[in-house]
């Protein structure tokens, strides 16, 4: 499958926004931290959750920044993680048929 890594982070300005955005993103990636996901996405679920973002947020008041770290099955992101939580990079569920 053609997925690649992404870091989605946002800061949205209104309450009742920031929920819909926190819930959106549950049903697209891992919650890191606050206002911060980690998302394996196809081109096609990576395009929907941008358009589905787009048509939440004001443009003049919130801010969102998807972040490209490429492919998901090659990628070893290094980060450093201070703090009781630790980073792994999110894997791929598997495939029941």
Do not use: N
Not at 9 to 36: A, H, N, P
Not at 47 to 56: F, N, Q, S, V
């Amino acid at each position: 499958m053609d997925q690649k890594l992404y870091i989605v982070t946002y800061d949205i300005s209104d309450q009742k926004r920031w929920r819909r955005v926190f819930k959106l993103m549950k049903g697209f990636g891992e919650w890191v931290q606050l206002s911060v996901f980690q998302c394996r996405l196809t081109p096609q679920q990576h395009a929907e959750l941008i358009a589905l973002l787009d048509g939440i947020i004001h443009h003049s008041e919130d801010h969102v920044l998807s972040l490209d770290f490429g492919q998901a099955d090659h990628v070893l992101p290094r980060v450093v993680s201070l703090g009781k939580t630790g980073f792994t990079p999110i894997e791929q569920d598997p495939i029941i048929v």
